[in-house]
């Protein structure tokens, strides 16, 4: 079946281009270029939460680990290519493992105590958090579902504003760009049309005239022409985002 089989290969290789695109743009939203590295976990977790990842501290510490100063953009892709992306239905069976009775709950006590004890510890502050917020939680019932749609609502946001974002940094790069090569050829001294120089009377000062930019203003307005970011203030966060891992 040739037509199926070529449309299931494009389908794949438009997945595997957003993604590679999502990495990049989630990079950019920490740092100001991909020729910048990370140099803080705290921007190496930004990162991945833009790039759509809920990592835990057990996923953080295979890629920065204590001897960890840096990671480059390729580093961060290469990361984000192998680790396995969140879905609401990965979410929800984790949860599931706690609800033994499918009832589409967790009861505050139930899940204070797997929290504390199962998988990787949470912090008391974060689920104390989570047990008090109106949207998951009624009668002292936890109700995972809701909080892992919100989770996942939360995570294509964030990657829906950090591709934005680099649409409109692509956009302004082409402007000026275009921007530049017009002016360079304003700029730019028009051949003579004849041999004829103009007479320059004796005694008389001479002055410098051009028409043409010099070589200092040239590489100003190259530096310009590649300025492309602008400024956005982002402080969007995951927050509650996380999924469990199991002990082996």
Known sequence: MPCVTGSMNGQIEDSIERAARLSKAAYLMVKGSIGEDLVKKEEFIEALQYAGFNPTQRSIGRHWIDSTRRLTFSQFCNITEIEPVPTENSLINSFEKLDDKSSGYITHEDFMLNMTTRGEKLPTGVIERLITDEKYNREKKFFY???CQSVIETSERLGALALEKLQKEEEDFMVNSKTYKVK????????????VKT??????????????????????????????????????????????????
């Open 145 to 147: 579902r809701k909080f």
């Open 184 to 195: 360079r050829k304003i700029a730019s001294p028009e051949k003579a049309s004849s041999g």
């Open 199 to 248: 007479p320059v009377r004796a005694g008389s000062a001479t002055r410098k005239t051009s028409t043409s930019e010099s070589p200092r203003n040239l590489n100003n307005n190259r530096r310009n022409s590649e300025e492309l970011r602008t400024p956005w203030n982002c402080h969007i966060r995951s927050k509650g985002s996380f999924f469990f891992e199991n002990d082996n």
